[in-house]
């Protein structure tokens, strides 16, 4: 049983509070400890973890619990603070340095709510606003605003007005170029797995910081589509319906997320003679998908996704159409027969593209199941079987691509 000073009080913090006051499921729960030393936290055996600031580990929980500490800005971008923590460091001293004030509630030992910012009131009214003026401090706060737009979207949160002044500011002074590409990946990949990856594009638009964060994206608003495919008629608005629709499909599923909000992206590079139609958009897709992934740092898996749902997916709109030997060298150009998941994700991505137009929310997309079984159909030839037949070299691969491209014709029919 750990033993803390009488005078030191802790408290539960920041997303569990918010999240029990919203009927959220319970995640992390995270502790601050006020009126105690680092010495007193390693007395009563806890384990220090934090580097720059005392964060430390419970012996028993395992749970987070640090020392309530105050920031001071010194030098650019979100890690340029300096902490200080010692046990004359306030509760609310503590939560005045928070980014919104829903994270700035504090809950008692004996359950009472410590709320000096007035998070309880902006839960009840869903809004999202900043604590003070120290929010300009660090820029990934802009960032973690779309976040949260993201998650709580659905909630009929919005963004206060002087809170979306302020990021706007934010964004002006250039400072977003100082995030590390790391730290913007976590919360680009953190919106992509929430219900509703729209609000954080288009609270960064509203911020003026999606030209900072995501070109690639910024460039597909105000780019025309054909009213017959897309009644939605702008790119941009079309592939905040494609994410949305991806996390309907594949909730919490990042990979598929960051497939779909890259497929379009060679659109914002079709030639303006050539408007609204956008021929050859898949292959110019590739440069800007492969751009974005690097900037970022986006997993490799990501990035190879993202390019090939860029580069196949009008083909998978019209398999119907597609002879067998065109579908046979379709999963051999995803690598579909070493990496059999990579086509199942295709089919995911294509129906979200396909059901991310307006007003096609529900309309049917029979070929992400008709893919699905012509792949199955060309995995189950066996290797092993040509292989019996004495064949090696180029003609056994031409045998296997034969059996495979019969297969396929097989399961058509």
Not at 84 to 99: K, M, Q
Not at 103 to 127: E, H, K, M, T, Y
Not at 274 to 290: D, K, S
Not at 319 to 327: D, F, G, P, S
Request: some cysteine; proline content about 6%; glycine content about 8%.
């Amino acid at each position: 049983m750990i033993s803390l000073p009488e005078n030191a009080q802790v408290y539960l913090i920041g997303g569990a509070v918010r999240d029990a006051l919203l009927g959220l499921p319970a995640g992390d729960r995270d502790f601050v400890v006020v009126g105690a030393s680092v010495q007193d936290m390693l007395d009563s055996g806890f384990k220090q973890v934090g580097r720059d600031f005392p964060v430390f580990l419970h012996p028993d929980s395992g749970e987070e619990y640090a020392l309530a500490r105050t920031e001071r800005k010194s030098g650019r971008g979100h890690t340029g603070f300096v902490a200080h923590a010692d046990p004359s460091v306030t509760l609310e001293d503590d939560l005045r340095r928070r980014d919104f004030t829903i994270n700035a509630i504090a809950r008692a030992a004996d359950g009472g709510l410590v709320d000096p910012f007035g998070g309880v009131r902006d839960i009840q009214s869903r809004v999202l606003r900043h604590v003070g003026p120290a929010f300009d401090e660090d820029p990934l706060r802009v960032l973690r605003a779309a976040r949260f737009m993201a998650r709580f979207a659905a909630l009929g949160f919005t963004v206060a007005p002087e809170t979306l002044t302020l990021m706007r500011r934010m964004a002006a002074s250039g400072e977003l170029s100082d995030l590390v590409p790391e730290r913007i990946w976590q919360e680009l990949a953190k919106a992509l797995r929430s219900a509703a990856p729209s609000a954080f594009l288009r609270t960064l638009r509203e911020a003026d910081a999606l030209r900072a964060i995501l070109p690639e994206v910024e460039a597909l608003y105000g780019v025309p589509q054909r009213a017959d495919y897309h009644p939605e008629v702008d790119t941009g608005t079309h592939v905040e319906l494609v994410c949305d629709m991806a996390a309907r499909l594949a909730p919490g599923d990042d990979l598929i997320g960051f497939a779909a909000l890259c497929h379009d992206l060679g659109k914002a590079l079709t030639p303006a003679d050539m408007l609204p139609r956008h021929l050859m958009h898949e292959q110019r897709g590739v440069a800007p998908a492969i751009a974005l992934s690097e900037r970022l740092k986006v997993p490799n898996e990501h990035r190879d996704l993202a390019v090939l749902c860029c580069r196949e997916h009008l083909n998978v709109h019209r398999l119907a159409e597609l002879k067998a030997a065109t579908v046979h060298d379709l999963i051999v150009r995803c690598d579909g027969f070493r990496k059999p998941e990579r086509i199942d994700r295709l089919a995911t991505v294509c129906e979200a593209d396909a059901r991310g137009r307006l007003g096609k929310d529900a309309a049917p997309y029979p070929q992400a199941a008709l893919l699905r079984r012509l792949h199955t159909a060309a995995l189950a030839v066996r290797s092993d079987t040509i292989a019996a037949r004495g064949l090696t070299g180029p003609a056994f691969g031409a045998a296997l691509r034969d059996a495979r491209i019969a297969a396929l014709a097989a399961a058509r029919d």
